[in-house]
T-cell receptor, first 112, second 115 residues
Framework: DAKTTQPPSMDCAEGRAANLPCNHSTISGNEYVYWYRQIHSQGPQYIIHGLKNNETNEMASLIITEDRKSSTLILPHATLRDTAVYYCIVRVGGTGGFKTIFGAGTRLFVKA | DTGVSQDPRHKITKRGQNVTFRCDPI?????LYWYRQTLGQGPEFLTY????????KSRLLSDRFSAERPKGSFSTLEIQRTEQGDSAMYLC?????????????FGEGSRLTVL
């Protein structure tokens, strides 16, 4: 699975959009971009994933560059409860993928 | 419907003792994963089951570690002769075969402290 690079920490004001970047320059054609988050003392929680098109769900939006070498997770209106570690993961998706390899992630602090 | 359940949530033990953690996955999820997480780090993959078959083991899983899933439902992770370096959060996750999202569903974890 390809390796990802994320900033170790970021701040965001409550109510503003949080944009979390991720670089994955060695991504392969059959690898998806996944995002999980981990709130303190809880297990990681799936947020969203995509292959090459931009994706949106009730939690977030995922923007993947055309060359697929980087992506951005967008939390449109961050709240204090969004303070967490966010993990960007690249792996073979769907039924073909078995294990998910986590990096150190980005620690997002949402401030009032 | 309950999520992934792990027991115990916290375990304090003395060095050299054996400990066992249990994971009950979401019903009908035939894939089950164990991860270990130390402070400030992301979860590290340990092992993976499909039904009762253990299909992959990380090099992190030393001979003192053993995981089982005898009936393809719950799983246990045993650590023998614990060392202080084993202190960590042990996370279990499950997923259904055939799910196109490939999402993993994690439990709350079992925190181990070895004194």
């Amino acid at each position: 699975d390809a390796k990802t690079t994320q900033p170790p920490s970021m701040d965001c004001a409550e109510g503003r959009a949080a944009n979390l970047p991720c670089n994955h320059s060695t991504i392969s054609g059959n690898e998806y971009v996944y995002w999980y988050r981990q709130i303190h003392s809880q297990g990681p929680q799936y947020i969203i994933h995509g292959l090459k098109n931009n994706e949106t769900n009730e939690m977030a939006s995922l923007i993947i560059t055309e060359d697929r070498k980087s992506s951005t997770l967008i939390l449109p209106h961050a709240t204090l409860r969004d303070t967490a570690v966010y993990y960007c993961i690249v792996r073979v998706g769907g039924t073909g993928g078995f294990k998910t390899i986590f990096g150190a992630g980005t620690r997002l602090f949402v401030k009032a | 419907d309950t999520g992934v359940s792990q027991d115990p949530r916290h375990k304090i033990t003395k060095r050299g003792q054996n400990v066992t953690f249990r994971c009950d996955p979401i019903s009908e999820h035939n894939r089950l994963y164990w991860y270990r997480q130390t402070l400030g780090q992301g979860p590290e993959f340990l092992t993976y089951f499909q039904n009762e078959a253990q299909l992959e083991k990380s090099r992190l899983l030393s001979d003192r570690f053993s995981a089982e899933r005898p009936k393809g439902s719950f799983s246990t992770l045993e650590i023998q002769r614990t060392e202080q370096g084993d202190s960590a959060m042990y996370l279990c996750a499950s997923s259904p075969q055939g799910d196109p999202t490939g999402e993993l569903f994690f439990g709350e974890g079992s925190r181990l402290t070895v004194l």
